[in-house]
């Protein structure tokens, strides 16, 4: 039986286990993409410095870095009984990051 809610007042939120589910989607992408930066470094370096390893490495680390600023303030922002929906600028960039970090991992392989 559902208990009836008064008109004008608002029902509180069970935010049940919808926000930890999706905190630990963000948590497990971020460490995948720092995964994917250490290696994609490791194979660009491990064949000895060289200036486009240098550029990779560096490119690694700064969409690495945006991808995690991103990750960071949606994983706080889901701390709250309401989290705000995901702008579309922050969910461009995050896309955007793993994107290219997965395309840097995969050009370090070859």
Do not use: K, Y
């Not at 009836?4 to 286990?17: I, K, M, Q, T």
């Not at 490791?42 to 990779?56: I, Y």
Request: net charge positive; hydrophobic share 55%; with cysteine.
């Amino acid at each position: 039986m559902t208990e009836a809610v008064p008109e004008g007042s608002f029902a509180v939120r069970d935010p049940g286990l919808q926000p930890e589910r999706t905190r630990l989607a963000w948590r497990r992408t971020t460490l995948t993409c720092t995964v994917v930066a250490v290696l994609a470094a490791r194979t660009a370096l491990h064949r000895g410095p060289s200036a486009a390893g240098v550029v990779a490495c560096a490119l690694a680390l700064l969409l690495w870095l945006g991808f995690l600023a991103v990750a960071h303030r949606r994983i706080t922002e889901l701390a709250v009984a309401r989290p705000r929906t995901l702008d579309a600028r922050a969910a461009t960039v995050a896309s955007l990051c793993a994107g290219a970090l997965a395309l840097c991992g995969l050009v370090a392989l070859f």
